[in-house]
């Protein structure tokens, strides 16, 4: 009979190193995180020439640290999931850590810059307006 044996091979190490290594120093870093109380804020917000209104965020992003360009992509915004997973592959998932933590004040601006304005109560709005650096 022939003996069976594990191999550990280069390739092995290659998918613990690229693939699972940095999605479990994710979850860490997001547990770690959620410890502390940092996590996301959302505010309301309308377009005033559409009436159309959508939920905008503040804070570190534990959707776009567990999903990471799915974020984009079911919100709408297909240029910037692409560029994303772009940008994700390229570095091995080290894009969507960093990423994570600045992703919901991006995606806020980005309404703001299609004419949505803050819309929430004046305590909401005036702490979002600070957290995202706009002005009233």
């Known amino acids: 009979m022939d003996d069976y044996y594990i191999s550990y091979s280069f390739w092995h190490s290659m998918v613990s190193l690229f693939l699972i290594i940095p999605y479990v120093v994710c979850m860490f870093l997001g547990l770690l995180l959620k410890l502390f109380g940092v996590g996301a804020h959302p505010v309301k917000m309308k377009n005033p020439q559409t009436g159309q209104i959508k939920t905008g965020y503040w804070g570190y992003s534990w959707t776009y ?72």
């Not at 894009?95 to 703001?112: A, C, D, E, M, P």
Request: hydrophobic share 50%; proline share 1%; net charge positive.
């Open 65 to 136: 640290l567990l999903f990471g360009f799915w974020v984009p992509l079911i919100r709408g915004e297909l240029g910037v999931a692409a560029l994303h997973f772009l940008f994700t592959v390229v570095t091995c998932g080290l894009w969507q850590v960093i990423v994570s933590f600045i992703y919901n004040k991006q995606y806020t601006h980005r309404l703001i810059e299609k004419g949505f304005r803050l819309y929430d109560t004046t305590e909401t709005t005036n702490l979002a307006a600070a957290r995202l650096g706009i002005e009233l």
